[in-house]
């Protein structure tokens, strides 16, 4: 929607098809198309990147935005699945989308944008981890494990700073 007064057109991802069928009726105002698409999946980055050279020959603007809040502790005997899934969502995925997209978004003089998370610098803020157990059946502090999620939005910010390097004036 707020994109809607700059006349840009707009190319978005969900995981559901019915989210993507929600989303698209809220903006469709915009010239906007959705994708069902898990992009965990390999090939599914690329399929992103050229459907969206396919409908508009350009990217212009690339924001990062997938995420997934995973928590578990390091005592947790599902700690390492927490950690793989967090880590192909919060990481390689938005590493791998932007890799691909960055040929376009430099040719153009784009922008990539990363949604991180106050996690990645206070992995321990109290009221982080209380908003959590609010959301959880658990209702003890030490049942709330933030090392993958915060490991993962800590590692964006690393990344986004490299590209400031790797894109020079871009």
């Given at each position: 929607?707020?994109?809607?007064?700059?006349?840009?057109?707009?190319?978005?991802?969900?995981?559901?098809?019915?989210?993507?069928k929600?989303?698209?009726?809220?903006?469709?105002?915009?010239?906007?198309?959705?994708?069902?698409?898990?992009?965990?999946?390999?090939?599914?980055?690329?399929?992103?990147?050229?459907?969206?050279?396919?409908?508009y020959?350009?990217?212009?603007?690339?924001?990062?935005?997938?995420?997934?809040?995973?928590?578990?502790?390091?005592?947790?005997?599902?700690?390492?699945?927490?950690?793989?899934?967090?880590?192909?969502?919060?990481?390689?995925?938005?590493?791998?989308?932007?890799?691909?997209?960055?040929?376009?978004?430099?040719?153009?003089?784009?922008?990539?944008i990363?949604?991180?998370?106050?996690?990645?610098?206070?992995?321990?803020?109290?009221?982080?981890i209380?908003?959590?157990?609010?959301?959880?059946?658990?209702?003890?502090?030490?049942?709330?494990?933030?090392s993958?999620?915060?490991?993962?939005?800590?590692?964006?910010i690393?990344?986004?700073?490299?590209?400031?390097h790797d894109l020079?004036?871009n």
């Amino acid at each position: 929607r707020h994109l809607s007064p700059h006349d840009c057109k707009v190319m978005y991802y969900l995981h559901s098809d019915d989210k993507v069928k929600s989303v698209f009726h809220k903006i469709k105002l915009l010239s906007a198309l959705g994708l069902q698409l898990d992009l965990t999946i390999p090939g599914s980055v690329a399929k992103l990147v050229n459907e969206t050279i396919k409908a508009y020959g350009r990217i212009d603007i690339l924001v990062n935005n997938a995420g997934i809040g995973s928590f578990a502790t390091i005592g947790d005997p599902a700690f390492n699945d927490v950690y793989h899934s967090s880590r192909a969502v919060n990481e390689e995925v938005q590493v791998e989308v932007t890799r691909l997209a960055a040929p376009y978004i430099v040719k153009n003089n784009g922008t990539v944008i990363f949604t991180s998370s106050l996690f990645a610098r206070n992995p321990v803020c109290k009221i982080f981890i209380e908003m959590i157990i609010s959301l959880r059946e658990s209702n003890s502090l030490l049942d709330v494990g933030t090392s993958a999620y915060s490991m993962g939005k800590n590692a964006l910010i690393a990344f986004a700073m490299t590209l400031m390097h790797d894109l020079g004036s871009n």
